[in-house]
Nanobody, 126 residues
Framework: QLQLVESGGGLVQPGGSLRLSCAAS????????IGWFRQAPGKEREGVLC????????NYIDSVKGRFTISRDNVKNTVYLQMNGLNTEDTAVYYCAADRRNFGCSVASRHDYEYWGQGTQVTVSS
């Protein structure tokens, strides 16, 4: 059974940076696309960005393009989310999730993702 654990969240000032990690155990991530989702208070959970199983394909929502970067290290069984230029609208609980698929990735629907972490809080505030 694949298990995911996020870490790296915290409080940061506007314009600051954070790097989130999503560490997997129980199975290799080699066959999984990984997505990052976030949920702000009172809002629906939204897909933010994703990376394919081998890392060759990434997809981002427009609001984070140029600021967020996703990467993965399959040897360490870990996926990273580098967030730069954070603003208050990025405040949310961030979740990583795994979708077993051979090609590509998408965050259009969270229902494609079978495994989820518990989330890590990111707060952007002055």
């Amino acid at each position: 059974q694949l298990q995911l654990v996020e870490s790296g969240g915290g409080l940061v000032q506007p314009g600051g940076s954070l790097r989130l990690s999503c560490a997997a155990s129980g199975s290799t991530l080699d066959y999984y696309a990984i997505g990052w989702f976030r949920q702000a208070p009172g809002k629906e959970r939204e897909g933010v960005l994703c990376i394919s199983s081998k890392g060759g394909v990434t997809n981002y929502i427009d609001s984070v393009k140029g600021r967020f970067t996703i990467s993965r290290d399959n040897v360490k069984n870990t996926v990273y989310l580098q967030m730069n230029g954070l603003n208050t609208e990025d405040t949310a609980v961030y979740y990583c999730a795994a979708d077993r698929r051979n090609f590509g990735c998408s965050v259009a629907s969270r229902h494609d993702y079978e495994y989820w972490g518990q989330g890590t809080q990111v707060t952007v505030s002055s």
